[in-house]
C-alpha cells in the first residue's frame, strides 16, 4: 500500500511506529547535514527528516533531488520533534525517513500551492487542478461536500425519493435561452439542456411519486454577469398533495437543519413579507433583513417647496444610515459619485445630517426648513447621528438605486455579518409582468405557476394585478430558492397559456405531453428549487460562489483550463448536418 496514515494524523502516540507516507511536497529545506521535507496530502502536512547522522548519503542525495509539488512515498519512524510547532495537528512529531521512492515528479508550478498565493485569478482557473491543491480551494470543496450530504439527509428523512431526470429534453421557451444539442440520429432536430426539471418534476407528481427531489445540474444560456455560471447546481423538489403553508413549512425544517449542521446557529424565526412590501420597504425582492435602513417615502413631506427634483419625481424616498451624520463633506460626496455611477444609474443624491444637538445641515437647507427636516427624519427613522440619504425619480429605477445604496452602505459600515442568518420568505408575487419590448405579458416566474385562489378570472380584466401562488426563501440578502404551486389541470393551463400569447397549436406543440398529463389524475402539487452554489457560499460566509465549485467557467463562460467551448472537426459537423456561417 502506498500509506498506512495520511499526513494528518501522526502525533506523539504514534512515537516509536514504522509507517508509511504519500503526498506531494510542499517545502524542502536543505541547511547541508540535515534536510526538512513538509509532506502534504489532503488531511494536512507531516515533517520529513534526513539526518546524515542517522539517514545514508545515497538518501539524502536523493531528497535533494526533490522539488515543490514532486509526488512521493516514504517509509520511516515517527520520531519526537526536537523544535515542536504548536500551530500544526502534526507538530510534535516528524517521521525519519528510511526510504523514499518518487512517485512523479513535478515542473515547477507557475504559482505557489500556498494559503496566499502569487497566482491570479485568471492563472490558477488555467490550472485549476493546482489550485484545488490549496487548501482555501480544497476546503470550499470539502465544505460543499458536506452541505450536499446534510441535504440528502434531510429530505431522506421526511420520505422524499432523489429521482435523476433527464439531461437531453425538448427545448421550450420558460426563460433564458437553452444550450442546444444536435441530434446525429434525427437530421434538423434539437435537444436542450434543462434549464431546470421543472415539466419532469411535475410529472413525477402525476405518476405518484409525492415526495421527490435531486441534486441537479442545470444550464442557461444567458448573458453573465457577476459571480453566475452558465451552468449551476440546484436542489430541486416537488410535493403532491400540498398548499402552500406545506412547502414552506417542510423547506423551513431543511434550512434550520443546514445552519445548525453545518455552522451551529439555531435560526427560529422566519419572517413573511409580501413582494410588494419588499419592494416598498428594501427597494429589492430580497433584501437583507441582518440590519435596517428600511425605506422612508418622502413625497407628502417634499414635494411642497420650490425645489424642481423632487416635485417632478415620481418617488421621493429616503434611508437613514446610522451613526454617518460624521461623514465629511469629501465622504459625501464620494458616496453622491458612487450612486451616479453608470451600475447605480442615479443623477444624484440629497442628503441630511442629524446631528447630535437635533439641528439639522443638509444640500438643500435654502429649500426647506428645519421643520421639514425634522419630518424627514421622522419618515426613515433617523436618529441624533445619522446621516439620511435621499434619492428620487421614477419609482422602479428610484428603489433599485436606493436598495444599492443601502447595500454598499451596510457592507462599508459592517453590518453584513456572515457569522448570522436572516431568512425571510417573500410571498405573492406578480403572476405576470408586462414586457415594454415585446407588448405582452410574461411569466414573472414560468408558466405552470398556480395564480392565487380566486384571482384567475382578474387574468381577463386586469392582469397586472394577479398574484401568483409563489414563494422565494431570501437569506442575508439572497435569493437562495424559489417556487410556487403549480397549475395542474389542463383548463386553467390553456388560460395561462393564452395570456402569456401562445396560440392553442403553439401551446400544444411546446408542451402537449405535460397538459396531456393533466388529463389522467392530475394531483394537486407544488415545490421549490433552491440554488446549492449559492446557498454553499453563504453557508460558507462567502460572497462569491466561484471556489465552491470545482471547475468554474470565467466570466465569458469559457473554460479556459480545458479551452471550451472550442471548434470541432468538420467531420462532426457534417454528421450533425451543421454548417457554419462565413464569418
Known amino acids: 500500500m502506498y500509506r498506512s496514515h495520511t499526513c494528518g494524523e501522526l502525533n506523539e502516540a504514534n512515537i516509536g511506529q514504522n509507517v508509511t507516507l504519500a503526498g506531494w511536497v510542499q517545502k524542502v529545506r536543505d541547511k547541508g547535514f540535515v534536510i526538512w521535507i513538509d509532506l502534504r496530502d489532503r488531511y494536512g502536512i507531516t515533517q520529513l527528516v534526513f539526518d546524515q547522522e542517522r539517514s545514508p548519503a545515497a538518501l539524502l542525495d536523493q531528497a535533494r533531488e526533490c522539488g515543490r509539488e514532486f509526488v512521493l512515498e516514504v517509509k520511516g519512524s515517527v520520531i519526537e520533534r526536537a523544535s515542536k510547532n504548536p500551530k500544526m495537528p502534526t507538530g510534535n512529531i516528524e517521521v525519519l525517513v528510511e526510504e523514499l521512492k518518487v512517485l512523479n515528479p513535478s515542473l515547477t508550478p507557475p504559482f505557489t500551492i500556498e494559503d496566499q498565493t502569487d497566482g491570479g485569478e485568471e492563472l490558477r482557473m488555467k490550472y485549476r487542478y493546482l489550485d ?35 439531461y437531453l429534453i425538448k427545448s421550450t421557451p420558460e426563460g433564458a435561452r437553452d444550450f442546444v444539442v444536435p441530434s446525429r440520429m434525427n437530421e434538423g432536430e434539437f435537444y436542450a439542456l434543462p434549464q431546470s426539471p421543472q415539466t419532469f418534476k411535475q410529472l413525477l407528481m402525476v405518476g405518484g411519486l409525492d415526495k421527490y427531489f435531486q441534486i441537479v445540474k442545470c ?32 423547506f423551513e425544517g431543511l434550512t434550520r437543519h443546514l445552519i445548525k449542521e453545518i455552522n451551529g446557529v439555531e435560526v427560529e424565526q422566519f419572517p413573511r413579507m409580501t413582494y410588494d412590501e419588499a419592494m416598498k420597504t428594501y427597494g429589492s425582492d430580497k433584501p437583507d433583513i441582518r440590519f435596517g435602513m428600511a425605506f422612508g417615502e418622502l413625497n407628502a413631506l417634499s414635494q411642497h417647496r420650490d425645489f424642481q427634483v423632487f416635485n417632478t419625481a415620481e418617488l421621493v424616498v429616503g434611508i437613514a444610515v446610522p451613526g454617518a451624520a460624521s461623514y465629511s463633506r469629501k465622504e459625501i460626496d464620494a458616496l453622491i459619485d458612487w450612486v451616479k455611477r453608470p451600475q447605480v444609474g442615479a443623477k444624484g443624491m440629497v442628503y441630511v445630517k442629524c446631528n447630535e444637538d437635533g439641528t439639522f ?20 427613522g433617523a436618529q441624533k447621528g445619522d446621516l439620511i440619504c435621499i434619492l428620487s425619480g421614477e419609482t422602479h429605477a428610484t428603489r433599485t438605486q436606493l436598495s444599492m445604496l443601502r447595500m454598499e452602505l451596510a457592507q462599508r459600515l459592517g453590518l453584513r455579518n456572515p457569522k448570522e442568518f436572516a431568512p425571510l420568505w417573500v410571498v405573492d408575487f406578480p403572476l405576470l409582468e408586462f414586457d415594454e419590448e415585446s407588448g405582452r405579458y410574461h411569466a414573472m416566474h414560468h408558466p405552470f405557476t398556480s395564480p392565487k385562489p380566486g384571482q384567475l378570472k382578474l387574468l381577463d380584466t386586469d392582469p397586472a394585478a394577479v398574484r401568483a401562488n409563489a414563494y422565494d426563501l431570501v437569506l442575508n440578502g439572497n435569493e437562495i430558492g424559489g417556487g410556487s404551486i403549480r397549475i395542474y389541470d389542463r383548463p386553467t393551463q390553456e388560460v395561462m397559456f393564452r395570456h402569456l400569447g401562445f396560440s392553442p397549436e403553439e401551446a400544444r406543440e411546446q408542451f402537449g405531453f405535460l397538459m396531456d398529463a393533466f388529463q389522467y389524475g392530475a394531483p394537486p402539487h407544488g415545490g421549490i428549487a433552491f440554488g446549492l452554489d449559492r446557498l454553499v457560499a453563504i453557508l460558507g460566509g462567502q460572497e462569491s460562489i466561484r471556489d465552491f465549485i470545482a471547475f468554474p467557467k470565467n466570466n465569458s463562460g469559457r473554460d479556459i483550463m480545458i479551452d471550451a467551448p472550442s471548434p470541432i472537426d468538420p467531420a462532426q459537423l457534417d454528421e450533425l448536418h451543421l454548417r457554419l456561417k462565413e464569418k
Request: glycine share 2%; net charge negative.
Open 132 to 166: 484545488i491543491r490549496r487548501n482555501p480551494v480544497k476546503d470550499k470543496l470539502i465544505f460543499r461536500s458536506r452541505v450536499s450530504m446534510e441535504v440528502r439527509k434531510y429530505l431522506s428523512s421526511e420520505g422524499f425519493i432523489e429521482v435523476e431526470t433527464p
Open 219 to 250: 444550464f442557461r444560456d444567458e448573458d453573465l454577469r457577476a459571480d453566475r455560471q452558465p451552468e449551476f447546481t440546484q436542489i430541486d423538489c416537488e410535493m403532491a398533495f400540498v398548499e402552500q403553508e406545506d412547502i414552506l413549512s417542510t
Open 361 to 380: 445641515k443638509s444640500s438643500v437647507d435654502k429649500f426647506y426648513t428645519p421643520e421639514d427636516l425634522e419630518k424627514w427624519a421622522e419618515a426613515t
